[in-house]
């Protein structure tokens, strides 16, 4: 019985609590050599039951004062983002941000709640399979780069960052 109680609590403290990165990167005014990176930890199934609106809402919270001041903001995630980002956008959406939102995502399928508040708002939403199909440039140091190429880069970035 010992033995049963202590494989069910490794296998659902792992599955509960096993780590895994959310990020968000906010571009300031077409800024692309400063993104603000930030992101959270899920912790897993009953982890986020317990706790992750509260992280979510914390997060929002943070990013909304980071980016607030701005006129335009984009932010870029990929399809495991999504409900960090909802819990910003609903922020920006419930202080009645005046400035322009961009969103871009990496996803197969586009998200139903970020769709329907960006539309609400006059706000864009972007989707692409994968982040090399991001269209267009961004100027960094006076250098054109592939806009595809860079977010794929800062992707990595914030993922080696974030553990």
């Known amino acids: 019985m010992k033995k049963l109680i202590l494989a069910l609590f490794i296998i659902f403290g792992t599955l509960s609590f ?41 997060f929002a919270k943070q990013m909304y ?10 932010f870029i995630i990929e399809k495991h983002d999504e409900s960090a980002l909802v819990s910003v956008l609903k922020l920006f959406e419930k202080n009645k941000y005046k400035g322009k939102i961009e969103v871009t995502e990496v996803a ?44 794929q880069g800062l992707f990595e970035k914030a993922k080696k960052a974030l553990k």
């Open 108 to 151: 197969a399928s586009e998200n139903k709640n970020i769709h329907q508040i960006t539309t609400k708002n006059g706000w864009t939403y972007n989707i692409y399979p994968s982040a090399n199909e991001i269209p267009g440039t961004v100027a960094i140091s006076t250098t054109d780069t592939s806009k595809g190429e860079f977010v």
């Open 65 to 74: 004062q980071n980016l607030s001041d701005a006129d335009k903001l984009e």
């Open 18 to 58: 096993s780590a895994f990165d959310k990020v968000v990167i906010g571009v300031i005014n077409d800024n692309y050599e400063n993104p603000i990176i930030s992101g959270t930890v899920n912790r897993g199934g009953l982890a986020n039951l317990l706790f992750g609106m509260k992280k979510d809402r914390d």
